[in-house]
T-cell receptor
Framework: KAGVTQTPRYLIKTRGQQVTLSCSPI?????VSWYQQTPGQGLQFLFE???????NKGNFPGRFSGRQFSNSRSEMNVSTLELGDSALYLC????????????FGEGSRLTVL | SQQGEEDPQALSIQEGENATMNCSYKTSINNLQWYRQNSGRGLVHLIL?????REKHSGRLRVTLDTSKKSSSLLITASRAADTASYFC???????????FGTGTRLTVIP
């Protein structure tokens, strides 16, 4: 079974631009979560989607948004990029609806200049 | 914040020694999980312990859970250089559909 796939792996943007990151979960997994990881704040929960519905949302500004498609693939978008948005963005999928094991992708490393 | 905290923040040991990491959390939980992350990579699930369990083993890993103290520990026995990584605990906040991760312990195993 293929693992969680995130694209792109690395990207560089400038302030004010917007970015879209993609995540393909493990086949059969309907829950997709997104996390932001920075040296200062650690792993911060962004949002979770299940069957195309946002089920949970972390404490991030509205510039951060996401969506999930009918095939469970998910995208997250960050608009009007700020320097502080530089981070490793991790996607994780899960099979069930309970708080079970998460399967993580390798992440998308975003650098904002 | 529901984020947990790991202690110590960094740990350096010789190959063959045991490594112990501790995690404290703030809310009630259904389960607590430990993950490992190699530098700049994704996290890998190591072990899950339910709130009604006190101890769990998996290979060289031993996890304990004390819900009265809201704390957990991860013991890695007979460490290897390949165990060098960051280790995170994660809790479900008592039923939330997302996990809250701790601050992590950076383990370095010296060959």
């Amino acid at each position: 079974k293929a693992g969680v796939t995130q694209t792109p792996r690395y990207l560089i943007k400038t302030r004010g631009q917007q970015v879209t990151l993609s995540c393909s979960p493990i086949s059969g997994h309907r829950s997709v979560s997104w996390y932001q990881q920075t040296p200062g704040q650690g792993l911060q929960f962004l949002f979770e989607y299940f069957s195309e519905t946002q089920r949970n949302k972390g404490n991030f500004p509205g510039r951060f948004s996401g969506r999930q498609f009918s095939n469970s693939r998910s995208e997250m978008n960050v608009s009007t990029l700020e320097l502080g948005d530089s981070a490793l963005y991790l996607c994780a999928s899960r099979a069930g609806t309970a708080s079970g094991e998460l399967f993580f992708g390798e992440g998308s490393r975003l650098t904002v200049l | 914040s529901q984020q947990g905290e790991e202690d110590p923040q960094a740990l350096s040991i010789q190959e063959g020694e045991n490594a112990t990491m501790n995690c404290s959390y703030k809310t009630s939980i259904n389960n607590l999980q430990w993950y490992r992350q190699n530098s700049g990579r994704g996290l890998v699930h190591l072990i899950l312990i339910r709130s009604n369990e006190r101890e769990k083993h998996s290979g060289r890993l031993r996890v304990t859970l004390d819900t009265s103290k809201k704390s957990s520990s991860l013991l890695i026995t007979a460490s290897r250089a390949a165990d060098t990584a960051s280790y995170f605990c994660a809790t479900d906040g008592g039923g939330a559909n997302n996990l809250f991760f701790g601050t992590g312990t950076r383990l370095t195993v010296i060959p």
